[in-house]
């Protein structure tokens, strides 16, 4: 085990990396993507903007949505194919023709059958060439040219066998294998003596640049010249092409040539400097054999593989360099210096330079951060903070796990966020004298200042930190800001200086410092803009850059707002290092790092070319026309096509009926589910950083239910019909009925009725006799009781007055005696006060029914009122009240008075019925 590492260090530290280059991004297809064979042997883009390819026994479609394949009726292999208008011509094994869309599929037409032109002894008639010149079109096969033109077919035949033909400056040339190149003239080839040597030589080439021919042989490399004289190119890739077989070409502009080899991918040269890249299996391509080219509307190649197909955008801004090996890592800083790159890695420190990546030797490790300084380079590394000058790499100072190195603009100094804090470098030559901010002994990842005396610096995983300090660098206040400001969640904390200005992004909230109060303030003016943002890194002044739901845009800032600009995310899917993504810049360009590389940006060239939006709409797999009949709840396909495949494709959303959100349109294709019925718009709209733009709209008509149907419809209605006739029908009968019984039950009840009523009455009349006699037996017993108490009173006084005549007193002792004994017999006030309350009590009822009619009555007014309803005689109520007959006969005309009661009504009468 141990040798085993000593020999992966030691390779790590000693090998020149495979050569790899800063280059267009390649989009790889794969018989998987398009379900078909091999080779591709010919590609072409037709003026519907779709990417048609001769895959073998497949005739493929691609309109960057989907892929569609098609066999020919004789299930021959397809080698070549040629577009014009609506046609896309195809050559196959002694048949050719076109294929034209109809009602959203390709249908084939032949050209040759029937037509009795291929005869001859050459069996190996397959069509390898397809074009057109003067109006015709020709077919070429290895031993003669098929001219058509208007339905009507001439063979032309070759002087010898060929390779291809080509139409260069409105000439039509033979490549012979063996005895060099011909012209056509008025149906006459003739043979280019000028250019003797290419005898011998397969030609799989022939473009013309600048009044200059350029002619590719398969193992010669090119030759350059006119139809005075060739010879070979005077560059250093042909000595490459020459070992690699030459498959393809093509000039992709003036100055821009695309070579398609057999073994190494293709090479892109400038023919102006010379130089090239190549694009091949080891670092973008999925095979190295190019056996067809051809340009789209952007400029881009779509290269026709011996397995697979690419897309290689070779006019975009955006370029990427990436290490397939693995041994690089993930990028976690990159430095640019003319066209050397220094990265630094979870792996190490690694230097690219003529068009190879090495390691830097002692670097293995964890590498953070790379601060470039005159021509040195200071190196926050695991294990110390190092230099580099481009030769040695030395330890400088003991401050492991430097994270980031900033020099600040008001202190003379420079600062470094590492595992344990702050370090103070005064002396940026002399790193090993620093000094530690002591109030803080934590990992922190992040530093930022706009003030002097004055440091921000964020956690490496909570928290957010205000450091004040003086001239000696000496902590005056340290200050928790996140504690302080009662802020819970401050994980993951983002410094971001903008405009001088620090803004803090805490649990998805944009916060500025006011100073004067201590306190964080949310900035109305990101928060709108800037919510649920994953990353953010500075660019410049005006400009930033943020990853938000995985995607980067580019921020810039104009006089109306904030401008978005999204990075496409097929350059960076995957590869994108979360929370510690950011921008360097080198030149012209923007890097941002990645897992194994980075993405470089030419953000002088965001403004895409225009786009025409195309809507395709598609029920059970067929496109849907004025006829189709899309049934309720059954899913529709969306297809949004554009001119373009590469960079310059717009990123575009949707939305069904003007309703919800803006939905982000992936791939080009979306599904519609749950439709309901009734007429359906969907819209496309494109963003243009600001707001969104509609482009495009769809319209189609969604069928009702079946259950809505019109013969549906009919049944409804006769079955409603039915259910209302029996309803009517049941409710009739039930009505009769019920008025039957209606009529019994009213007969019934006004028999119950007239026994309750008779019942009441009678319970009433014995309630009101019983009322009556209870009245009756408290009056009498009212009356028994004020008489009991007076007999018992006279009685006693008769005994006494008989004790005191059977005594022996005489005269005035006598009379005393009888005088005492009337006085002592007479009742007491007490007993009188108590019979009275009795007698109020027992015709309490009678009482507070007098009292309410007649509240001015006083309490002899009621005494005597009790006693005439007792029916007592004036007599004899007199010594009940203490009073003389004559004063009860004036108090019963009082109450006469009071009560409104004339002289012939009774007294008593009245009483009763109070």
């Avoid at 590609?43 to 990417?51: C, K, M, P, R």
């Avoid at 200059?212 to 005077?234: A, C, L, Q, Y």
């Avoid at 008001?410 to 590492?418: E, G, S, T």
Wanted: charged share 25%; proline share 2%; with cysteine.
């Amino acid at each position: 085990m141990k040798v085993r590492f000593l020999l992966t260090l030691f390779l790590i530290v000693t090998l020149k990396l495979t050569a790899q280059d800063l280059l267009p991004f390649v989009e790889n297809f794969t018989k998987a993507d398009y379900n078909g064979d091999n080779q591709v042997w010919s590609v072409n883009q037709g003026d519907d903007n779709a990417l048609y390819f001769a895959n073998t026994h497949y005739f493929l479609r691609f309109n960057g949505v989907k892929w569609e394949k098609y066999s020919l009726p004789n299930k021959t292999i397809i080698r070549s194919i040629y577009a014009d208008a609506d046609k896309i011509y195809c050559g196959s094994y002694r048949e050719f023709g076109y294929w034209k869309r109809i009602n959203g599929v390709m249908e084939y037409f032949s050209l040759s059958k029937d037509k009795n032109i291929f005869t001859g002894s050459f069996d190996n008639e397959e069509i390898w060439k397809i074009f057109k010149h003067d109006g015709k079109f020709y077919f070429q096969s290895f031993n003669a040219l098929y001219v058509e033109n208007n339905g009507e077919v001439e063979k032309l035949r070759f002087p010898s066998l060929v390779s291809y033909c080509y139409v260069v400056d409105n000439k039509i040339y033979a490549a012979s294998v063996q005895h060099g190149i011909y012209v056509l003239n008025n149906n006459t080839w003739e043979k280019i003596t000028a250019w003797t040597q290419l005898e011998n030589n397969v030609i799989h080439g022939m473009e013309m640049n600048n009044g200059r021919f350029f002619i590719f042989t398969k193992n010669n490399g090119v030759f350059v010249g006119d139809e005075k004289g060739i010879t070979s190119w005077d560059s250093p890739v042909n000595n490459l092409l020459r070992q690699n077989i030459i498959l393809s070409a093509k000039f992709i502009d003036a100055n821009r040539l695309a070579i398609g080899s057999a073994l190494k991918g293709i090479y892109i040269v400038d023919i102006n400097t010379n130089s090239y890249y190549n694009i091949n299996r080891q670092n973008a391509l999925n095979n190295n054999a190019v056996l067809s080219i051809t340009l789209d509307k952007e400029k881009d190649l779509w290269l026709g593989l011996d397995n697979g197909i690419a897309h290689v955008e070779v006019n975009s801004p955006v370029s990427v360099f990436f290490d397939n090996s693995g041994i690089l890592g993930s990028v976690y800083s990159l430095s640019v210096t003319n066209d050397e790159y220094l990265f630094a890695t979870n792996h190490g420190l690694f230097k690219y330079s003529d068009k190879s990546l090495r390691t830097v030797e002692g670097s293995q490790g964890q590498v953070w951060d790379i601060y470039k300084h005159g021509s040195e380079y200071i190196i926050g590394h695991n294990d110390g903070t190092f230099k580099y000058d481009g030769k040695s790499f030395v330890k400088r100072g003991a401050i492991n796990g430097g994270w980031r190195f900033i020099k600040s603009d008001y202190d003379q100094a420079y600062f470094q966020a590492n595992y344990a804090g702050i370090a103070v470098y005064k002396d940026i030559n002399d790193l090993s004298d620093y000094k530690k901010i002591d109030s803080l002994s934590k990992p922190l990842k992040n530093l930022a200042q706009n003030k002097p005396g004055e440091i921000w610096a964020a956690d490496n995983y909570r928290g957010l930190y205000r450091i004040t300090y003086d001239s000696g660098f000496n902590t005056i206040r340290f200050t928790d800001v996140s504690k302080q400001n009662g802020i819970d969640n401050d994980y993951a904390v983002k410094i971001f200086r903008y405009r001088d200005e620090i803004l803090f992004y805490i649990d998805n909230t944009w916060y500025t410092y006011n100073s004067i109060n201590s306190k964080l303030e949310e900035n109305k003016i990101f928060n709108d803009s800037f919510r649920n943002i994953t990353d953010v890194s500075p660019i410049d002044d005006n400009r930033f850059l943020v990853i938000k739901n995985g995607l980067l845009y580019l921020i810039a800032r104009d006089a109306k707002g904030f401008v978005w600009h999204l990075l496409p995310e097929k350059y960076y899917q995957g590869k994108l290092i979360m929370e510690d993504t950011r921008v360097f810049k080198g030149g012209d360009n923007l890097l941002v790092n990645l897992d194994d590389g980075f993405l470089s940006f030419d953000d002088s060239n965001t403004v895409k070319m225009k786009s025409d939006i195309i809507i395709e709409a598609f029920y059970k797999d067929k496109l849907i026309g004025q006829d189709t009949k899309i049934k309720y709840n059954q899913p529709v396909e969306m297809n949004i096509l554009t001119d373009y495949y590469g960079y310059n494709k717009p990123d575009l959303f949707y939305r069904l009926n003007n309703e919800g959100n803006y939905q982000a349109v992936k791939n080009g294709n979306v599904n519609l589910n749950n439709l309901s019925s009734g007429q359906q718009e969907f819209s496309v709209y494109y963003n243009n950083g600001k707001e969104y733009i509609e482009v495009a709209s769809y319209k189609f008509h969604v069928a009702l239910p079946w259950y809505f149907s019109v013969w549906m419809i009919v049944v409804y209605v006769l079955v409603v019909s039915s259910v209302f006739f029996v309803y009517y029908r049941w409710n009739k009968v039930r009505y009769i009925q019920k008025i039957r019984l209606n009529d019994e039950e009213l007969k019934h009840r006004k028999e119950i009725l007239e026994l309750e009523m008779e019942a009441e009455n009678k319970m009433r009349q014995q309630q009101h006799e019983k009322h009556m006699l209870e009245m009756e037996v408290q009056n009498k017993a009212s009356e028994v009781a004020g008489k009991s108490l007076s007999i018992a009173k006279h009685s006693e006084m008769i005994e006494s007055i008989q004790e005191a005549l059977e005594s022996k007193a005489e005269g005035d002792e006598l009379k005393g005696k009888i005088k005492k004994i009337i006085k002592t017999s007479s009742i007491s006030k007490n007993e009188w006060q108590s019979f009275e309350k009795n007698l109020i009590k027992s015709h309490e009822e009678f009482v507070d029914r007098l009292t309410q009619k007649y509240p001015t009555l006083t309490s002899k007014d009621i005494k005597l009122s009790i006693y005439l309803k007792m029916n007592l005689s004036s007599k004899e109520i007199a010594p009940l009240m203490n009073i003389s007959y004559r004063g009860v006969e004036l108090h019963r005309y009082r109450l006469r008075k009071k009560l409104n009661i004339n002289q012939e009504e009774s007294l008593y009468s009245f009483m009763i019925n109070v």
